[in-house]
């Protein structure tokens, strides 16, 4: 009697004798060929994982526990165990099963998967919030020898081992591409190492044998030494144990009962665990066993399907052990900081950050933003920067919401996470120079129930834009990101300045991106995203607040803009702070008899469009006003707005439209934010002079008499 088509959940594997395992096993390997054949898809890598994945969903309760497939091309045995074998002829068909994992398929499917080197920050994520919470869920994740060499994966490995996160890391090792086989020695450490006694007795050893006068240090350290010896001798994982990572291995990966022996004494120890196993990439079919790059998908080669090509253990599943492999070398733990080192005094702490990052260590308080008109500069001197007012509004949101955490990327102190460090110690995250991990570990944060807020720059939030798009949007999580020093930076130059970041997110489905026009709307923005549960981007600048009262913060509607002025002849609409210095070109144009409306959009996206549509019904002139690069920014989605009303509406036909922003076509130099503004014509008299021009350009006529003076 068939096996596979009577599982309609993974618990029910546990019931199965060892013969009806290994009949399973041949089943679902059939079931893969028969289906790729027809389908296309990653045949090699799947047929490789049938045991291990049998294994891990006898150990594992899931969807209770967790299993996290790093790419997750290698899925299908996983697809199949959880239901999902009636659907599994539209395997990457329209309307059919995708090709990775997908949380829409079925609550077992962790994340929505596709890219290699993922796996490691969202495992980590998911028990990070299993501990924040205190629950008691296992997490395991099954990464690939090539995945596992990304930078994504490194940089989860390093903090993994720094912070001793408890997990389970399935190395899937299928190509021999980290080092030859050290046979019996290793495995037979591997025993050891999983044992209790050896567990325990570290641990003792160590505590007893250091408060021994004067040579108990010197005699823990040789044991240690020693210890490391012998498993750099007799492993090839040292890498791993360097980094505070317990390495097991390298185990016979068709071997389901020893897998499953394995993973259950992983599962049991303290801090996170590397089992290594060897797999062979499309075993079950000889073809793609001799073939392997080949038969890796998603396009195949044509397939025999006759006896006479399949392997001869294509039902009997268990195989012998195979070679193995294991990366060594040596890395550093701990966390990389781009802000001073931790337990320096605060004010040493925030001058390196300032040394780094732009502003001297003279200066006392944050720049000013850029001309007189907008604040008064002695008002300015006093303000705190809108950095300051976000990360005091997060330590009070985070004091009746226990699923807030906040995580940055090496600068606590730049970003202001520090101060949430400081209440609630338990609930930051500092991963170093790693914002790629940094965002998709927010990413498995949010996928557990939490709501992460991830404090970057936004010249180095530019290195996280894969992970953003497929680990943030495509899981449609709520992960807010803090997008600090948005716009001109300053004196750091080319480098630094915050300008590609609206154009890079405003093409990505799902995420809202969101920019306050003072101080206090930072407050509500922030409100507004922990309120959600979608990706959230607020910008916000390196610049002081203007000083406006305070204001209980709201919970602000998604989308929505606010008019601030009324206007017949102009409508400026603006993004962010720069609103301020828009209003303030607006009383400039009307001492010169036109009379101009201020919009403050708010959201980039989505976009206000009917408010802007509303408002811009029978005007002389569109302009928009953003401190970012023009190219596929802000404005160029106000344009695209009114264009889609132009086929529709001819009252929109008229209407010209000019974009003002940072040009696209060059790189913006260093120099004083307040120059920056000038020589770009985006402080206050910049603004109205381009508006003039486009007024000029256009023969538009105003509609009032200008101001006269007394």
């Known amino acids: 009697m068939p096996i596979l088509d009577r599982l309609k959940d993974p618990a029910e594997l546990r019931g199965l004798s060892e013969g009806e395992l290994e009949q399973l096993a041949g089943e679902i390997r059939e079931t893969i060929i028969r289906t790729v054949a027809s389908t296309g898809g990653h045949l090699g ?279 193995s492999s294991a990366a060594g070398g040596s890395s550093v733990t701990g966390s990389l900081s781009r802000d001073a080192e931790e337990g320096a005094p605060p004010s040493a702490s925030v001058m390196a950050d300032r040394r780094s990052h732009g502003q001297h260590p003279s200066e006392a308080r944050p720049e000013a933003p850029a001309s007189k008109p907008e604040v008064d500069p002695q008002n300015s001197r006093r303000m705190p920067n809108y950095t300051a007012f976000l990360a005091a509004e997060l330590v009070e949101a985070a004091k009746t919401d226990r699923r807030i955490v906040g995580i940055t990327a090496g600068m606590p102190t730049g970003t202001g996470m520090n101060k949430l460090q400081a209440a609630f110690p338990d609930r930051f995250i500092d991963v170093g120079i790693a914002e790629q991990h940094a965002v998709t570990l927010a990413a498995g944060l949010s996928l557990a129930g939490m709501r992460p807020v991830v404090a970057l720059y936004s010249t180095f939030l530019q290195r996280a834009f894969d992970q953003t798009v497929h680990d943030v949007c495509q899981n449609d999580t709520p992960v807010i990101l803090a997008v600090d020093r948005a716009g001109l930076v300053g004196e750091d130059g080319t480098s630094h300045q915050g300008m590609f970041t609206i154009p890079a997110q405003r093409m990505l489905p799902n995420l809202v991106i969101a920019s306050p026009r003072d101080e206090q709307e930072i407050r509500s923005l922030l409100r507004t995203a922990l309120a959600q549960d979608h990706p959230f981007a607020i910008h916000y600048p390196r610049d002081a607040g203007f000083g406006v009262p305070e204001r209980e913060p709201e ?67 569109v302009v928009t006003v953003e401190e970012s690069v023009v190219t596929g920014g802000f404005g160029a989605g106000v344009l695209e707005a009114l264009e889609d009303a132009r086929l529709v509406d001819p009252v929109y036909r008229s209407i010209p439209v000019r974009i003002v922003g940072i040009p696209g076509d060059r790189f913006v130099d260093h120099g004083s934010v307040t120059d920056l503004r000038r020589l770009l014509r985006l402080d206050a008299p910049g603004l109205a002079e381009q508006v003039r021009e486009a007024l000029a350009a256009t023969g538009a006529i105003a509609s009032v008499r200008p101001a006269t003076s007394a």
């Open 45 to 323: 890598s799947s047929l490789g994982v049938v045991e291990l994945t049998i294994a891990l969903h006898r150990i594992l309760e899931s969807p209770r526990d967790h299993i996290v497939w790093d790419t997750g091309h290698q899925a299908y045995t996983h697809k199949l165990l959880t239901g999902r074998l009636d659907r599994f002829p539209t395997l990457r068909q329209i309307n059919g099963l995708g090709g990775f994992p997908r949380r829409s398929e079925s609550p077992h499917d962790v994340m929505d998967g596709g890219h290699a080197g993922t796996g490691l920050s969202i495992a980590q994520g998911l028990a990070t919030a299993r501990d924040m919470r205190h629950t008691m869920e296992r997490i395991a994740v099954v990464v690939g020898d090539a995945a596992l060499l990304s930078g994504l994966s490194l940089e989860a490995l390093n903090d993994i081992g720094h912070r001793q996160t408890q997990l389970l890391i399935v190395l899937n090792d299928n190509e021999m591409s980290i080092s030859p086989s050290v046979g019996a020695l290793s495995k037979y450490l591997s025993e050891i190492k999983l044992s209790a006694a050896w567990q325990q007795g570290k641990g003792v050893y160590d505590t007893a044998t250091e408060h021994i006068p004067k040579v108990g240090p010197r005699l823990v350290e040789m044991s240690r030494r020693l210890r490391q010896s012998v498993a750099s001798f007799a492993q090839p994982g040292q890498l791993f144990e360097d980094l505070g990572i317990t390495y097991v291995g390298v185990m016979p990966g068709h071997d389901r009962r020893l897998l499953e022996e394995t993973f259950r004494r992983a599962l049991a120890l303290n801090g996170p665990v590397l089992v290594h196993v060897r797999t062979q990439k499309g075993k079950g079919y000889k073809p793609a066993e001799t073939d392997q790059v080949s038969f890796h998908g998603a396009a195949l080669p044509p397939m025999d399907l006759s006896p006479a090509a399949d392997s001869h253990d294509r039902v009997g599943a268990n195989g012998e052990a195979m070679s």
């Open 555 to 621: 919970i602000l509607p998604v989308g929505r803009g606010e008019v601030l002025r009324e206007g017949r002849d102009v409508l400026l609409v603006g993004f962010g702070p720069i609103v301020a210095r828009a209003m303030d070109a607006a009383t400039a144009l009307e001492a010169e008899g036109w009379s101009v409306g201020v919009i403050n959009a708010r959201y980039a996206k989505p976009l206000d469009r009917q408010l802007i549509l509303d408002q811009a019904r029978g005007k002389q002139l």
